[in-house]
């Protein structure tokens, strides 16, 4: 997904001279043909993360288009306060691409984990949230971030995750995307909680259950509209995501919830790491079942809640 995601920045460079890239800290080998192609607007900096925003923020204020790429805990935590005052405050057209969203780096433990870092950027104003499920769909976003108003914070995932969405044309930024079709549940969710969901929709199916699912690439502006209109048909709805449940997707779909009606009748669920730092080490997939981030955790959770909601309804017919 990242190599999805610079190789399209970089054909996007050759035909926008407003395109900036700023990389820190990467490898020597990190668009290579962009150093070497268009070298006045290709910079490798060092561990200088918070100096690096700045430097983009000076660029877009100048009338450029600039992305920046490196890890997710180093743009979230280490450069919030530039990231507020010098990108957010300025409303300034700068990407960031930030790689190992979620629990991808497992094996060198909780400092590289970037399981709050949706949290930290859904609290600023201006800021856009995307986090696209696979290599496909991130080819199709890129493009759609060249000329949208303001920053952008691009969740990048581990890479060669397995292609779940389809090139069904331009991607369009703040839209969620039906997946599935099912009125017994709604699962909904981002980024490679997608590949969860699926296959805990076969489960759900060989028990009979037939369960929804929308996809919300873009979580800051959350598409709500879509999300009640697909709450509203189902008796329960769950949100699965790669990250804390404080303030993280389910976080924003409670808080829609909260204000609407929907939730008198129907059941709702958020699964995602709790508010601890993990402890473990390993691989993503482990972490990630370890806090129950998997099919089979989701399609017994939805079996749960149905039957929960249909002893509540008896009680109350009785």
Known sequence: MRETCLKTVYELAQKDERIFFIGSDLGV?????FKQNLPKRFFMEGVS????????????????????NTIATFLTRRCFEQIAVDLCMHNVRVRLIASGGGLVYAPLGPTHLAIEDIAILRALPNMTIVAPADAVEMKR???????????????????????????TGPFTIGKAVRMREGDDALLLTTGVGLQVCLNAVDLLAKQGIR?????????????????????????????????????????????????????????FKRIGIPDVFPDKYGDQNGLMKRYGISAENVAAQVQGLLARRSMFAMRKAA
């Open 29 to 33: 080998g990190v668009l290579k043909e």
């Open 49 to 68: 993360e918070a100096n690096i925003i700045g430097m983009a923020a000076g660029l877009a204020m100048d009338g450029q288009i600039v992305y920046i």
């Open 141 to 167: 976003l890129i493009p759609a971030t060249v000329d949208h108003p303001g920053p952008i914070y691009i969740r990048v995932a581990k890479g060669y995750d397995p292609v779940v969405t389809a090139d």
């Open 211 to 267: 369960a929804g699912v929308l996809h919300l690439p873009t979580i800051k502006p959350l598409d709500v509209p879509a999300i009640l209109a697909a709450i509203e048909l189902v008796p329960v709805a769950i949100s699965v995501e790669e990250h804390t449940l404080m303030g993280g997707l389910g976080s924003a779909i409670a808080e829609s919830l909260c204000e609407t009606d929907l939730l008198a009748d129907r059941k």
